[in-house]
T-cell receptor, first 115, second 115 residues
């Protein structure tokens, strides 16, 4: 079955450490997205990519970095500059459509905590 | 610019009763609207989407939503609640930003079903 795989499911970060969250999709979707979810705040967009080797900042990109070297993969690095990284991180993908009517498909998330 | 407001962060209904979750949107262009459901520690699943073909949209699990342009609303309903409907529900609006489609999410409504 096609889908989006996020790993690991749980991740712990030490002070001053960078960590990378994995997101892989086999849906042949062009667009991929990273969201951060905090209780009571809904989902906030961190980065998104419409095509390989191109990506744009979302609403809360500071302290995060991404790469898009392959269509299937869109890893997110949480850097030491992100002072409050504890959250649930969700990756999503969708077919590219300039009309904006394509729904996004989500992975099961990675929960990041500070040690 | 686009935004979504979900009225009521928590809603409780008795099993078998009507479910009504409220969503109002703001968009400078004709919107595409979505409802997603999230179960604990999982990603989001698409319930239904509005893409201007019909104002009453039927989704999965017996849910439906009606698009009302005059009220800028897209409320989610289900005639008879089931225990398995307990989850968090998110309304989202899609808009194009120079051809890069992004979803803007509401802050979510947690639905509790009372036996």
């Amino acid at each position: 079955d096609g889908g989006i795989t996020q790993s690991p499911k749980y991740l712990f970060r030490k002070e001053g450490q960078n960590v990378t969250l994995s997101c892989e999709q086999n849906l042949n979707h062009d667009a991929m997205y990273w969201y951060r979810q905090d209780p009571g705040q809904g989902l906030r967009l961190i980065y998104y990519s419409q095509i390989v080797n191109d990506f744009q900042k979302g609403d809360i990109a500071e302290g995060y970095s991404v790469s898009r070297e392959k269509k299937e993969s869109f890893p997110l690095t949480v850097t030491s500059a992100q002072k409050n990284p504890t959250a649930f991180y969700l990756c999503a993908s969708s077919p590219r459509d300039r009309g904006g009517n394509q729904p996004q498909h989500f992975g099961d998330g990675t929960r990041l905590s500070i040690l | 610019a686009q935004s979504v407001t979900q009225l009521g962060s928590h809603v409780s209904v008795s099993e078998g009763a009507l479910v009504l979750l409220r969503c109002n949107y703001s968009s400078s262009v004709p919107p595409y609207l979505f409802w997603y459901v999230q179960y604990p520690n999982q990603g989001l699943q698409l319930l239904l989407k509005y893409t201007s073909a019909a104002t009453l949209v039927k989704g999965i699990n017996g849910f439906e939503a009606e698009f009302k342009k005059s009220e800028t609303s897209f409320h989610l309903t289900k005639p008879s609640a089931h225990m398995s409907d307990a989850a968090e529900y998110f309304c989202a609006v899609s808009g194009s930003d120079f051809g890069n489609e992004k979803l803007t999410f509401g802050t979510g409504t947690r639905l509790t079903i009372i036996p």
